[in-house]
């Protein structure tokens, strides 16, 4: 998943990213400059206390997020985001000049009135609003599992792995046959058939885990869900919807992302993590079968306020605040020894730092004693 958003920036033609580049920082609330991580950036779901890739759905609670790694002393020296910016650009946003009220939400206020698309070099195209959806409304995605389990043979000397169910996909009153044999680890192409229609997808590390998920309660669609934990326990779902003629491939989400039930969806890469209230820089949308990502342009508005933080983060002192990214990343360090323990511990976040992966990490803050300083938590693998 981490992927697909982080290969967005090609190298085409300069004036085209220029005038991209214009857009995105008129109209979204995600800066635009080089992109932070070229490693993915992403945390091992299987170290979360929550939203764990082989767990049910036993919590309850709606607010719980993925806790930090808590291995991080293990794992600091490796696979660290790039600080390698050569990019120039303002990444960053600006600064608030005054505190503000303590945060309450994340409200829907508009905070430019504008709205737009712009198209990048991969056709991709990003779409902006003058609102963000409310994250009260989202969910882990586990919740929206339905209870159903395949039969599931594993061959262990070729590592494939065949499935069969029967479950009315296509909301017509029938049950569909279902049957897929996948294989795991780049050994080959697999495939999914549905009725008869076949699908060919290449898995990078089926973990065998399969489900069944309502993505959007709107539509008559029930779609497959195949756990994958990809080149490096980056874990994602890949999905597949049958339409009641053909079975499509429908993208892959984030193992870790929260979903409203109603075709959207929230990365955790794009959730403020241990801070609280939560909020985010970015959802995605399915949109004709495709997920199209919106970049939430009242992110903004968290500058300046208050909130609190709680577990492990990184925490490097810093009396000046980061002119940009390139300088914020300047000083990321991941050595374990300056990780902090918070313990809900109020923060005041003076600037937050974007580029256009959307990965929101980079805080510059205020602790209750005026101590000010980067904070940032653990999001490699
Ligand atoms: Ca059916
Ligand atoms: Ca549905």
Redo the contacts with the bound molecule.
Sequence with gaps: MFDSFVKRKGSKGLLPFIIGLVLVLLLSGCGSGKKADDNGGVPDPSQTDELQPSSGTESEERDEQPSSPDTVSEKGGESQPSSDTESKEKDELPPAEEPKETATEQTDDAADPDEGSATDDKGVKEEYYDGAPDFADFQPVDRFFIDYAFDIAHDEDSGSYTIHGA??????????EINAVLTSYYTGSSTVEI?GSKLEHVFENFTGNVYLIDLDSRDSYIEIAFEDAGPSADYALELVR?D?TDARYLGSISRLSYLDGQGKYISWFYTSKEIRPTFFSAWEELTDGKWIMKKNPVIEQSVGKTYSVSGQAYFMPLDKMPGDMAEFFGYVDWNPDIMRMFDETEIKILNIYLDDTCLLNWFYIELADGERGLLYFWVGD
């Design positions: 479950y009315d996909l296509d909301g017509d009153g029938k049950d569909d009725d049958y009641g």
